[in-house]
Structure formats: C-alpha cells, structure tokens
C-alpha cells in the first residue's frame, strides 16, 4: 500500500469520532516516548542505566517506550527525573463526539453477542 493511500485510509477513519479520540491519544503518547528516547540517546544512556537513575526497572522503560502506560506512577517517576511531570485530565467530549461515540460502542456491544 503506498503512502497516498495510507493517508487517505486515515483521512477517512478520523472521520470517525470514537478512532479520532484515540488516535490523539496514541499521538500523545508518542510524543512521550520520543521525549524519554531523546533524552536517553542525548545523554548516552541504555535503558537499563536510566532505569537505574530513575529507580524503575529495565522492563518498565522498555513497555512505556513500547507504548504501554499501564503504571502512571512508574511513568511520572521517569518522567520527573529527566525534567518533565505528568498532567492528567478528564475533558469533556462534545455533546455529537460523545453521542457518536455511545453509538458506536452500542453497536458493537450488541455484534458481540449475536
């Protein structure tokens, strides 16, 4: 598949309010790891070293560069240590987002058990 129409698949599944929100969130995400990446490449560090410095294991840097956040307290230990702090926030979605998302869950609530 070529490039032009990799964007344009994803132009048209943005359109979908339920994908868009968590596309965004995997983008944010992305932009954690590039900023603990970085700063392991800038100053030299393996995993395992920054791990050390920052009092996690090798494994926890290793999933939260993979992607996996499932422990905000490891995430803000390491991100503290190279400078920055986690800033959680519940937003309210607008009422169409939110309603097209409720649809979108209900119907496939209900394909699962048919």
Do not use: W
Request: hydrophobic share 35%.
């Amino acid at each position: 598949m070529n490039m032009e129409r990799v964007d344009e698949h994803l132009k048209e599944k943005l359109k979908d309010s339920y994908f868009k929100e968590l596309y965004e969130l995997e983008e944010q995400k992305l932009d954690i790891v590039k900023r603990i990446i970085d700063y392991r490449i800038k100053n030299s560090l393996t995993q395992g070293q920054l791990a050390k410095k920052a009092r996690v294991t090798q494994q926890h840097i290793s999933k939260i560069e993979n992607g996996d956040f499932s422990s905000i307290v490891t995430l803000e230990k390491i991100l503290l240590f190279i400078g920055y702090t986690v800033k959680i926030q519940a937003v309210p979605l607008s009422c169409k987002v939110k309603n097209s998302i409720e649809r979108l869950v209900r119907t496939k609530h209900r394909l699962q058990f048919v």
